[in-house]
């Protein structure tokens, strides 16, 4: 962990942004009495190895209804995950992060598709079956492409809306190393954080939690994320701290002096999004240190969020005064704003965040990598 935030501070970074096909929406089960179901029991392994593996498992019958895998073990664990967009309704992300034990579902009789993943750096597997009567055995294999750790590069995602509870299961299933769960989330301008309205395990500690060796997670870490003022709607934007040590007091604005606690905490911080409208002051008034190149509207299912906070100017090219665009002219908003920041002698550097547990996307679809 300290050294992930070392190399976020001085070392070579690379981010990536990955955006894959459109997912179904939910389908209501028909109408009549319902089936007699067939229990389905499987594994994820490692196509080379036959190990077991923790792993992201998405179930879909041909008419468009979800199912959700369960742990077949004692000792196994999966968490059940659906989230839907509240402006795109297609987009949505429903899946089951499994541990690394055999899984078993109830099944009517039907055409189903399995799709396994894990991360980055296995390639997805898909898997359709035809179930009968009788109950089925799957092995779900997985093949690795690469594997970044051994070559000293590690993952992490710095927007995170998942508890401490559910985050070991999470780390191995996505095979993320680093993770920042925002324990403190303040949307009241002048509150202070420990009073936040979407607050999460703000009784977390001040101590790296290891899953295992190398996945990680640093338990205490804060959004500002303004929405209103004076109970008035009026959004100015959003910036984290991560990884410090005491909870915060400071109600933002004025942003002056959060700056300064995070100085003296070995804290970093990390701009959620470019297009709010404070966003570009922010970078050099509390000196930001990250930008979130891959940032929470890039989703693995359709893109969703097209309206932006603030107009495109004309010199992007992506329609002047513009403030709404495709998944491409947003990223590429993202990309050129971090440019001129850049160009302006701010030396961010680029990460990655998701806001799994709060939009349609899986915890570290979007990662940065550090050496």
Not at 354 to 363: E, K, M
């Amino acid at each position: 962990m300290n050294a992930f935030v070392r190399c976020l501070q001085f070392g070579a970074v690379s981010a990536a942004v990955l955006a894959g096909d459109g997912q179904s929406a939910v389908v209501p089960p028909p109408a009549g009495p319902p089936l007699r179901r067939t229990v389905i029991t499987g594994q994820v392994v490692d196509a080379a190895s036959g190990d077991l593996l923790p792993a992201r498992v998405y179930l879909q019958r041909e008419d468009g209804r979800w199912f959700f895998p369960e742990s077949a073990s004692p000792e196994g664990s999966a968490l059940r995950y659906e989230r839907r967009n509240w402006i795109n309704a297609r987009a949505v992300e429903y899946h089951t992060t499994l541990s690394a034990h055999p899984f078993r579902v109830e099944l009517e009789p039907g055409r189903y598709t399995f799709t396994v993943e894990r991360g980055k750096e296995y390639r997805p597997h898909t898997q359709q079956v035809e179930v009968g009567p009788t109950p089925l055995s799957l092995r779900l294999p997985l093949t690795r492409w690469a594997n970044l750790a051994a070559r000293g590069w590690y993952s992490g995602d710095t927007h995170v809306h998942r508890t401490a509870a559910e985050l070991p299961n999470l780390l191995l299933a996505e095979d993320l190393n680093v993770a920042f769960p925002l324990s403190f989330w303040v949307t009241r301008a002048f509150a202070p954080p420990t009073r936040g309205d979407k607050n999460t395990d703000a009784g977390g500690g001040d101590r790296l939690v290891s899953v295992d060796a190398t996945h990680v997670f640093w338990p205490r870490n804060t959004e500002y994320e303004i929405f209103t003022i004076s109970n008035r709607s009026h959004t100015l934007g959003a910036v984290f701290v991560l990884g410090h040590k005491t909870p915060f007091t400071l109600g933002a604005p004025p942003v002056g002096p959060i700056a300064e606690q995070a100085r003296r905490e070995g804290a970093l911080l990390d701009l959620d999004k470019h297009d709010w409208p404070w966003s570009m002051a922010l970078v050099p008034v509390m000196g930001v240190d990250l930008y979130e190149l891959a940032n929470n509207h890039h989703w693995r299912t359709e893109f969703g969020i097209t309206n932006w906070s603030s107009a495109a100017p004309d010199w992007m090219g992506l329609g002047g005064g513009s403030r709404s665009g495709t998944e491409r002219d947003w990223t590429l908003y993202t990309f050129q704003n971090f440019y001129v920041l850049l160009n302006c002698g701010l030396r961010l550097r680029p990460t990655a965040g998701t806001a799994n547990g709060v939009h349609p996307v899986p915890l570290g679809f979007g990662r940065v990598y550090v050496h």
